[in-house]
C-alpha cells in the first residue's frame, strides 16, 4: 500500500465524516471501517466510466449495506460521476441528489436502491445471472462481447437476513463464478455485538451453499483486499464471498463500538478523527493527489476499458453482423411485440381458469421475446409459469426458466436485478397468498421505477381445500396501495391476455397479475382497451342507469348476471370491470366520470377479498375481511355470499337503504 493509498482512503474517511455531520444525520461506522475495501475495488479492479454511466459491459456493484451511502456518493464523486461538492454537501438533504440512502435513477453511478439490508446482495445475484445468460448467448470462442464482474458490499446485518440466504443459496447452485461479495466484517451492528445474536461458522456455512470463502485480515491493508479481490476473479467455478475484517468508525474516539454505526459525529470527535489520520486538508476539499489518482486510476481506466470495449463491438459487429443486431435489441431494450400470428385466444363461452391462460400466453410470448426470462418459486405445475429454452443452468446457460426454489423473497429480489442490469426482464411466480414472502422486493421495484413482473395465481379464497392460510385476502390491498404499482386482476381469458400484453408495454413500474386457480367462463363484453384504461363498463342496461356495481376476477361475470336481472325488473344498473385501479385512477377525469358518474349515487362493490380499497369507489362492498376456511370450491361461493342470488339480494338491501 503506498502513501497515496492511504491519503485516498483518508480522503474517504474524512470527507464520509463530515457530510454526515453536516448532515447531522447518517452511518459514520461503515463509512470509516469500510473506505479501504472500496478504495482498493474502485482504483484497482471496477470499470466503470462516469462519461458513459450506461455502459453495457461495465463493472457492476451494489451497495448492499445502503447505510454506507455517505462513502458511495463520495468514491463516485472522485470518480468522475456528476456529484459535485455541493451535492456531497448538501447529503441528505430535500432535493439532494445525495439521498439518506443509494437511489437508483437519482443518482449517477448508483446501480440500485438499497437500505432494506439483504436486497442488495439478492439484487447483485440478479445482476449476475444476466451476465451469465447474456454472455452464454453473445460471446463467441474468440470474442467475450459480454464480460463483467458484479461486486457487493455487506455488513453483518446483510448476511443475517433471509433473503441472503435464498439468493446465496441459489446463487452457489448456479456456480455465478462472477460474483464477488466484499463482506465488512466488523463484528458490529446497530444494536451492539453481532456475538449476540449470531453464533455460526460463516465461512462453513458460505462453502456448504457452494461458495469460494476468502478472508482479509487486515482491513486497512489495500494490497491484501486487492489480492483477494484478484484471486476471486479466477474463480472457473463458484461466486466468492471474502469476509474482509475491519474496525466499524476506525479512527473515531468510539472505534469498535455500535455506538458509532449511526450517530453522527460531533465536532471534537472529527478533530479527533482528523488527528488520528494525520488527515490536515480543510473541510469539503479534495488534495490534488487523490483527485490525479482518482483520475487516473479510476476515471482513465474506465474511460480506456470502455473504449476498448467499443472497439471490440465493432469488429463483433463486422465479424457477427447477424448476433451484433440482435446484442443492440437487446441492449437497447428494442424488442416489442410485432405480430399476433399465433397468440393464444379464446372462443366466448369457453372455460378456462386465467393461471392457465397466462401459461400459455406467457409460452407463446416467450417465442416472440428472447429478451425473457424467468420461472417460479417451485409452482411451475400450479401457476403455469415458467420460462423458455429449458431449465437456466450450468449445463444450460440459455435457459429461460429459472428454477428459484421456495425461494419466494430471493426470487424476486433477483427478478428485480435481471431487469436492473439491462438486456433482459425477469417475471417471476407464486401463490398470491405467499406474495407476502416476497412484498419487499417488489416494494423497491415499485421504488426504482422498475418494470420487473410478478405473476401469481390462486387470487382468491376460491382456492378452496388448502385453507385460510393458502386464502389470499389482504393481499389486493398491499400491492393497489403500494404507489407505482400496477395489480391486475383480470375477469376473464381476454382480460388476462390484455393484462399480460400490458405488462411487457410499460418501462417504469412493476406490473402485478393474478390469476384464477378454477375455471372462468370467456366473456363476450371484455375487451383489451377497456383494461388498458384500469375500469370500463362491461354491462349498460335499457334504461339511464342510476347505480353501479364495480367488479373484477371471478366475481365480473356474476355481476353481470346480477344486473342483467334487475333490468327485468326495471332497476337500471350499470356494471364497471375494474381490472387495475392503478390504470383507472390514472385516466383523465372525464373518462372516469364517464365511467362512474357522481349522479350514480349508489354503487355496490363486489370482490373475494378486503372491502378496504373499494371505498374509494362505492359505498358499499361485498368484500371479505375474514381469513379463509377450508373447504371443497363448489361450497365457497355461496358461503361468503358470491352466488348471483347473493349478490342480488346485497343489491337490494342495498338500494332499499337508500
Ligand atoms: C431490513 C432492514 N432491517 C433493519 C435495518 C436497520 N439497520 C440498518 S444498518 C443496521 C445494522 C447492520 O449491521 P451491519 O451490517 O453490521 O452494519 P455496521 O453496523 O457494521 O455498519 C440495521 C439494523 C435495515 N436498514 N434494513
Ligand atoms: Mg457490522
Known amino acids: 500500500m503506498n502513501s497515496n493509498d492511504i491519503k485516498c482512503v483518508n480522503t474517504l474517511r474524512v470527507l464520509g465524516a463530515e457530510m454526515i455531520q453536516k448532515a447531522n444525520s447518517g452511518h459514520p461506522g461503515i463509512v470509516l471501517g469500510a473506505a479501504p475495501i472500496l478504495h482498493t475495488l474502485f482504483t484497482r479492479h471496477l470499470n466503470i466510466n462516469c462519461q458513459d454511466t450506461e455502459w453495457f459491459n461495465r463493472d457492476r456493484f451494489v451497495l448492499s449495506a445502503g447505510h454506507g451511502s455517505a462513502l458511495l456518493y463520495s468514491l463516485l464523486h472522485l470518480s468522475g460521476f456528476a456529484i459535485t461538492m455541493e451535492d456531497l454537501k448538501n447529503f441528505r438533504q430535500k432535493g439532494s441528489i445525495t439521498p439518506g440512502h443509494p437511489e437508483y435513477g437519482h443518482t449517477p453511478g448508483v446501480e440500485a436502491t438499497t437500505g432494506p439490508l439483504g436486497q442488495g446482495i439478492a439484487m447483485a445475484v440478479g445482476l449476475a445471472l444476466a451476465e451469465n445468460y447474456l454472455s452464454a448467448k453473445f460471446n463467441k470462442n474468440d470474442f467475450s462481447i459480454i464480460d463483467h464482474y458484479t461486486y457487493a458490499l455487506c455488513g453483518d446485518g446483510d448476511l443475517q437476513e433471509g433473503v441472503v440466504m435464498e439468493a446465496m443459496s441459489l446463487a452457489g447452485h448456479l456456480g455465478l463464478k462472477k460474483l464477488i461479495i466484499l463482506y465488512d466484517s466488523n463484528d458490529v451492528q446497530l444494536d451492539g455485538e453481532v456475538s449476540l445474536a449470531n453464533s455460526e461458522d460463516i465461512q462453513t456455512k458460505v462453502e456448504a451453499m457452494g461458495w469460494q470463502y476468502l478472508r482479509v485480515e487486515d482491513g486497512n491493508n489495500v494490497d491484501d483486499i486487492d489480492k483477494a479481490i484478484g484471486f476471486a476473479k479466477e474463480s472457473n467455478l463458484k461466486p466468492t464471498i471474502i469476509e474482509i475484517k475491519t474496525i466499524i468508525g476506525y479512527g473515531a474516539p468510539n472505534s469498535g463500538e455500535s455506538s458509532i454505526h449511526g450517530k453522527p459525529m460531533s465536532k471534537e470527535d472529527i478533530a479527533y478523527l482528523r488527528k488520528f489520520l494525520n488527515y490536515t486538508i480543510p473541510e469539503f476539499e479534495i488534495s490534488d493527489t487523490v483527485k490525479d489518482f482518482y483520475d487516473k486510476n479510476v476515471i482513465q481506466r474506465g474511460y480506456a476499458a470502455n473504449s476498448f470495449w467499443n472497439g471490440q463491438l465493432m469488429q463483433y459487429a463486422k465479424s457477427y453482423p447477424q448476433d451484433y443486431k440482435v446484442l443492440c435489441d437487446f441492449m437497447y431494450n428494442d424488442i416489442h411485440l410485432k405480430n399476433f400470428d399465433g397468440m393464444p385466444s379464446y372462443e366466448v363461452g369457453t372455460k378456462i381458469s386465467t393461471r392457465k391462460v397466462m401459461g400459455k400466453l406467457l409460452d407463446w410470448l416467450s417465442g416472440q421475446l428472447p429478451n425473457i426470462i424467468g420461472g417460479s418459486a417451485d409452482l411451475s405445475p400450479s401457476t403455469m409459469v415458467k420460462g423458455a429454452d429449458g431449465i437456466y443452468g450450468q449445463s444450460n446457460p440459455l435457459g429461460r426458466n429459472i428454477k428459484f426454489g421456495v425461494r419466494e423473497h430471493a426470487m424476486a429480489a433477483i427478478t428485480n436485478g435481471i431487469t436492473l442490469h439491462g438486456g433482459l426482464r ?27 413482473l410478478f405473476f401469481f395465481s390462486h387470487d382468491s379464497v376460491c382456492v378452496g381445500e388448502d385453507g385460510p392460510t393458502h386464502q389470499p385476502i389482504e393481499q389486493l390491498t398491499m400491492f393497489r396501495s403500494t404507489p407505482n404499482t400496477n395489480l391486475f386482476r383480470p ?9 399480460m400484453l400490458l405488462s411487457f408495454q410499460n ?3 412493476p406490473t402485478v397479475i393474478v390469476s384464477s386457480r378454477q375455471d372462468l367462463p370467456v366473456l363476450d363484453y371484455t375487451n383489451f382497451d377497456g383494461v388498458s384504461k384500469g375500469g370500463y363498463i362491461v354491462f349498460e342496461p335499457y334504461g339511464t342507469p342510476s347505480y353501479a356495481i364495480i367488479s373484477c376476477g371471478s366475481e365480473l361475470n356474476l355481476c353481470v348476471e346480477v344486473a342483467k336481472r334487475l333490468e327485468k325488473e326495471k332497476c337500471y344498473v350499470r356494471v364497471v370491470s375494474m381490472p387495475s385501479m392503478f390504470l383507472f385512477d390514472q385516466q383523465p377525469k372525464e373518462y372516469k366520470e364517464q365511467v362512474l358518474p357522481k349522479r350514480m349515487r349508489k354503487r355496490l362493490a363486489v370482490e373475494m377479498g378486503s372491502s378496504m380499497p373499494w371505498y374509494k369507489y362505492a359505498d358499499t362492498v361485498l368484500g371479505i375481511d375474514d381469513f379463509g376456511k377450508s373447504m371443497p370450491l363448489k361450497y365457497i361461493a355461496d358461503y361468503y355470499g358470491f352466488t348471483i342470488e347473493q349478490i342480488y339480494q346485497k343489491f337490494r338491501r342495498m338500494i332499499r337503504e337508500d
Open 426 to 452: 425477469g417475471f417471476c411466480s407464486g401463490f398470491f397468498v405467499f406474495s407476502d414472502y416476497l412484498k419487499p422486493a417488489v416494494r423497491l421495484a415499485a421504488i426504482m421505477k422498475l418494470p420487473s
Open 491 to 499: 375477469a376473464d381469458a381476454k382480460e388476462m391476455t390484455s393484462a
Open 507 to 509: 418501462n417504469t413500474y
